[in-house]
């Protein structure tokens, strides 16, 4: 589409599905090279990322169909453990199928994944580990070479928390020889995805969802077939529009436990949020209160939800201190807002939002649609 037109001042009522989790099917995507056999992934969401990742294990000879949200990956052909730049460039979650394949294949070639609009996010930590666990790594024109008879179980101890880094460590440890352990993991709802999908193929990992996760090496693991987790960026960014326009809506599929640092700064705003047997209700004021809040890994407040807590704030009673500490560069943003009529000023990894009485309608770039906040 060229453009898309949005009328506001309309409260949003009535019940909305979250779409499976990207951020969850991309690992379990990736741990399919894992094993031969087709394994089963079900409520994939039909997105570009998805779409670029199947050209990419299909480009490696694995067999990948797609009937709706059904996503059949089979991985008993694959004799092309390379992931070429051409492939890679339009995905940095490509770096997943690093672990797998050299803990498989013995061997892989992944192209370096390029940077991201939200800044760099470098690889090191993958690579870290995975010599910890035995691999021999090389870095040549722009591509890790990474080679190993076995990968062997080590301590790992991570610098920072990183989501791609512990679940490629995670998968890579599946299949070494002894015991790994994961310490200051990533602890995002997706980690333990994957972490109960390996499970399920019969890995044997503990402590997912933790600081510190045990691997058991095993020699073999089967397919899997496995739900994919709603996606929690999704809930949360739909439970936001409901409290911007004063809404009274039911996500369907949305998880409490997901979303617990989002939902006491929606509450501390003024929303009323409760749980429900298909999903999380909010009830929305008519106009949100100021709040403070800090991005922080998982628990803490997500940084994917920054911007749209920022854009409920701009209309808020009061002044607001939104604190950025997970990316660089993830206020970009704020300059659509306030062409909007926001009042807000960045100093740093700091914004200030003053609450203002009305938006106005805006237009980005060629876009022949308005954007209005609510009145």
Do not use: W
């Amino acid at each position: 589409m060229d453009a898309i037109e949005i009328t506001g001042g309309k409260p949003l009522h009535g019940e909305v599905k979250v779409s499976g989790s990207k951020n969850a099917t991309l690992p379990q995507i990736a741990a399919a090279l894992l094993s031969p056999g087709a394994s089963i992934f079900r409520g994939v969401p039909d997105l570009a990322d998805i779409r670029a990742l199947g050209r990419l294990l299909s480009h490696m000879g694995a067999r990948v169909d797609r009937e709706g949200g059904l996503l059949r990956v089979d991985a008993s052909a694959v004799a092309n453990p390379e992931a070429t730049y051409e492939l890679v460039k339009t995905m940095r979650a490509s770096v997943l199928v690093l672990g797998p394949l050299v803990t498989r294949f013995g061997r892989a070639r992944v192209s370096l994944p390029g940077g991201c609009a939200i800044g760099a996010r470098p690889i090191d930590q993958h690579l870290k580990g995975l010599e910890a666990l035995g691999a021999r790594i090389e870095l040549s024109h722009g591509y890790v070479e990474a080679k190993a008879d076995r990968l062997r179980g080590a301590k790992v101890l991570f610098d920072l928390p990183t989501v791609t880094g512990t679940e490629n460590l995670m998968m890579a440890a599946a299949l070494a020889e002894g015991q790994t352990v994961l310490e200051n993991c990533a602890r995002e709802p997706e980690v333990i995805a994957l972490a109960e999908a390996l499970n399920g193929m019969g890995g044997r990992i503990s402590g997912a969802g933790s600081s510190v996760i045990t691997i058991d090496g095993v020699s073999a693991l089967r397919p899997m077939d496995i739900e994919v987790i709603p996606d929690r960026i999704e809930a949360g960014t739909l439970l936001m529009a409901a409290m911007i326009t004063g809404g009274d809506v039911l996500v369907r599929g949305a998880k409490a436990d997901h979303l617990d640092a989002a939902l006491a700064k929606m509450r501390e705003a003024g929303a009323k949020i409760s749980e429900e047997s298909h999903g999380l209700r909010i009830v929305a004021p008519q106009k949100p209160h100021a709040v403070d809040f800090i991005t922080a890994p998982f628990p803490g407040f997500p940084t994917d939800l920054q911007a749209q807590l920022m854009a409920c704030l701009s209309i808020a009673k009061g002044a607001s201190r939104v604190v950025e500490t997970v990316f660089e560069n993830r206020f970009m943003h704020v300059q659509e807002l306030s062409r909007m009529g926001a009042d807000i000023a960045i100093d740093g990894h700091t914004a200030v939002v003053r609450g203002v009485a009305n938006g106005r309608p805006a237009r980005r770039g060629h876009d022949r649609g308005a954007a209005r906040l609510p009145p």
